[in-house]
């Protein structure tokens, strides 16, 4: 075995693991702290972490132009109770997720749209930004948290097959990428198209992404994008 050999595998092992790492900073379920419980918190030697995001929503308006409407906004979050090192008191993060949908004609299955909030914590001059890390597709594919469970509710199994493009969108007043995704819904023994849609930015000490998914043969695509234009945060 050569030593170029062994440093592809090394490099592919690494890439795999960083991959599984990220998928369990977010579980969208169980928020920043999770990744601080699992081995970051070396990085905040001591002190406490505690912040809380604040929603984001939409206005009525907007959702009746394009036929959404609100789900639910809920905050969760995790707060720590176990051993932490070096005088490490405690890590209590919230975050903030706002749920929307727009149902399906007939048998068809219904658009989601969802908003994230997630604080930018500090401690220790030191920084907590998760979603930074991650990117649009780890979005998407997080498992078991927040989004994946009502992806699984409504769409069954989920595959992200590939990127599909990218533009420009104007989100909470900042100029981002909005990354297009196709993939495919099982349910029921029925395979559907779906598009999904992913945009992040940075607002009022918060972290912002949205993250929307709709069956390709759905009407008005465009309805995304309107969503995101209106998005209110704070």
């Known amino acids: 075995m050569n030593e170029s050999s062994s440093n592809d595998r090394e490099r592919h092992a690494s890439n795999r693991t960083t991959s599984r790492s990220r998928r369990r900073v977010l579980q969208l379920a169980g928020t920043v702290g999770v990744a601080l419980a699992s081995g970051c918190l070396d990085m905040f030697p001591s002190g406490s972490v505690e912040a809380e995001a604040t929603p984001v929503t939409i206005s009525d308006e907007a959702l009746s132009k394009t036929g959404y409407s609100l789900v639910e906004t809920k905050g969760f979050g995790l707060t720590s109770g176990f051993d932490l090192p070096d005088g490490f008191k405690g890590v209590s993060v919230h975050s903030q997720i706002s749920k929307y949908r727009r149902n399906g004609t007939d048998a068809s299955l219904p658009a989601l749209y969802f908003g994230l909030s997630v604080p930018i914590a500090k401690a220790n001059g030191r920084t907590i930004d998760p979603l930074r890390e991650m990117n649009e597709r ?69 972290q912002i992404a949205v993250i929307g998914a709709q069956p390709s043969n759905a009407a008005d695509e465009d309805a995304f994008r309107r969503l995101t234009r209106a998005l209110q945060h704070g």
Request: no cysteine; proline share 0%; charged share 25%.
């Open 138 to 206: 780890e979005l998407i594919e997080t498992e078991g948290g927040v989004i994946d469970t009502t992806f699984s509710n409504n769409y069954g199994t989920v595959t992200v097959s590939g990127k599909d493009g990218t533009e420009s969108i104007n989100l909470l007043g900042t100029t981002t990428d909005l990354v297009t995704f196709d993939g495919t819904a099982k349910k029921d023994g029925t395979s559907t198209d779906l598009r999904f849609f992913v945009a992040k930015t940075v607002d009022n000490g918060d």
